[in-house]
């Protein structure tokens, strides 16, 4: 597709339940990021992606968080033994080379765990 | 942890009027972008400028960065209702593990 698309797009999950989210980045877009956004706040960096190889981490804010991208393109978010403080939009973007420019959002994954 | 913040929280303007939206951050930086995000949907990227540029202009968009001070500032004339969103304000830092960090943002309402 044109854009960056996430699924699914909405989640409820009982705490305890392991998820996870999907990223399909714009085709021949090489760099990747995962970020959450809390109601009411901004992002947060959560992780980065040079084509498979993850090159920052240091936002996922536990072990419980796994990311991967094996083959470079399509990302997988996966949160195992989810807590109520999990819940929230977990935004994928995806830059066609540089770094440092600019971003290209998909809408999000709400999750909610109760 | 979240490096840009902007100034004011809420803004609400009426259609016709211009809408600026401020950003402080903290460290040096390589650029700093806007983005906007409507009501349950992700983040459009709006402008980047680049550390060396003091202002940049896109359409109705007017954005300024002054280093010295480690502000910026977002200027949208003749404001729109479909202008209303939520504004963020995002740095890329020049440390060895940059990453985009972003503002807490700004509601923007604009009333027909």
């Known amino acids: 597709g044109a854009g960056v698309s996430q699924s699914p797009r909405y989640k409820v999950a009982k705490r305890g339940q392991d998820v996870a989210l999907r990223c399909d980045p714009i085709?021949?877009?090489?760099?990747l990021f995962w970020y959450q956004q809390a109601l009411g706040q901004g992002p947060e960096f959560l992780t980065y992606?040079?084509?498979?190889?993850?090159?920052?981490k240091s936002g996922l804010p536990s072990d419980r968080f796994f990311a991967e991208r094996p083959e470079g393109s399509v990302s997988t978010l996966k949160i195992q033994r989810t807590q109520q403080e999990d819940s929230a939009v977990y935004l994928c973007?995806?830059?066609?080379?540089?770094?440092?420019?600019?971003?290209?959002f998909g809408e999000g994954s709400r999750l909610t765990v109760l | 942890s979240q490096q840009g913040e902007e100034d004011p929280q809420a803004l609400s303007i009426q259609e016709g009027e211009n809408a600026t939206m401020n950003c402080s951050y903290k460290?040096?930086?390589?650029?700093l972008q806007w983005y906007r995000q409507n009501s349950g949907r992700g983040l459009v990227h709006l402008i980047l400028?680049?550390?060396?540029?003091r202002e940049k202009h896109s359409g109705r968009l007017r954005v300024t960065l002054d280093t010295s001070k480690k502000s910026s500032s977002l200027l949208i004339t003749a404001s729109r209702a479909a202008d209303t969103a939520s504004y963020f304000c995002?740095?890329?830092?020049?440390?060895?593990?940059?990453?985009?960090?972003f503002g807490k943002g700004i509601t923007l309402s604009v009333r027909p």
């Open positions: 995002a740095t890329f830092d020049t440390g060895a593990n940059s990453k985009l960090t």
């Open positions: 992606f040079q084509n498979e190889a993850q090159l920052d």
């Open positions: 460290t040096s930086i390589n650029n």
């Open positions: 400028i680049r550390s060396n540029e």
């Open positions: 085709s021949g877009h090489v760099s």
């Open positions: 973007a995806s830059s066609f080379v540089s770094y440092t420019g600019e971003l290209f």
